[in-house]
T-cell receptor
Framework: GAVVSQHPSRVICKSGTSVKIECRSLDFQATTMFWYRQFPKKSLMLMATSNEGSKATYEQGVEKDKFLINHASLTLSTLTVTSAHPEDSSFYIC????????????FGSGTRLTVV | QKEVEQDPGPLSVPEGAIVSLNCTYSNSAFQYFMWYRQYSRKGPELLMYTYSSGNKEDGRFTAQVDKSSKYISLFIRDSQPSDSATYLCAMSGTDSSYKLIFGSGTRLLVRP
């Protein structure tokens, strides 16, 4: 089955630094990947849609200069949280859909970011 | 009004019970309906996926979609303690992005 690998699973960083999170589709090509943010006991909030070879589409209210998304290949998308602040601490999850067919989404295992 | 409404629970049932989880939605353009299971601090895992209306069964799980009522359900038969998790409904239309809209999730606890 489709596998999405997300790395790192946990990261602690200091305020003001940047953190990069990777999302890889291991056994399929993903023209589209999605980045979500999840607060404790809350549902997933879509942050942006990442399209291979083009700019990401951000949801309303998401700062594109703070959350940089790059989808340079059909198997890799990255999310960089720039100048992180404690309020950016959250669970970040990516998902991918294969190039063809129906939207059978596969999610990564998530990255817990803690900004201190 | 949210596009997708889901009772957050928690829902507590004894082992072996039949569990019914539900979502309602407002956007008639939704065509794909999914149920995900999420364990604590993990990514969601796709359980069931349905296109348009109808029923779909997979082992102990049955998904139902009633587009006329804009209502979807997930039934779990012979529930087990290992089914304890948060269940998220999700749906999307048929545009090229297949953007998913999630419900808030229902926390389920199956007591031994």
């Amino acid at each position: 089955g489709a596998v999405v690998s997300q790395h790192p699973s946990r990261v602690i960083c200091k305020s003001g630094t940047s953190v990069k999170i990777e999302c890889r589709s291991l056994d399929f090509q993903a023209t589209t990947m999605f980045w979500y943010r999840q607060f404790p006991k809350k549902s997933l909030m879509l942050m942006a849609t990442s399209n291979e070879g083009s700019k990401a589409t951000y949801e309303q209210g998401v700062e594109k200069d703070k959350f940089l998304i790059n989808h340079a290949s059909l198997t890799l998308s990255t999310l960089t949280v720039t100048s992180a602040h404690p309020e950016d601490s959250s669970f970040y999850i990516c998902s991918a859909t294969p190039r063809q067919g129906v939207p059978g989404y596969t999610f990564g295992s998530g990255t817990r970011l803690t900004v201190v | 009004q949210k596009e997708v409404e889901q009772d957050p629970g928690p829902l507590s049932v004894p082992e072996g019970a039949i569990v019914s989880l539900n979502c309602t939605y407002s956007n008639s353009a939704f065509q794909y309906f999914m149920w995900y299971r999420q364990y604590s601090r993990k990514g969601p895992e796709l359980l069931m996926y349905t296109y348009s209306s109808g029923n779909k069964e997979d082992g102990r799980f049955t998904a139902q979609v009633d587009k006329s009522s804009k209502y979807i359900s997930l039934f779990i038969r012979d529930s087990q303690p290992s089914d304890s998790a948060t269940y998220l409904c999700a749906m999307s239309g048929t545009d090229s992005s297949y953007k998913l809209i999630f419900g808030s999730g229902t926390r389920l606890l199956v007591r031994p």
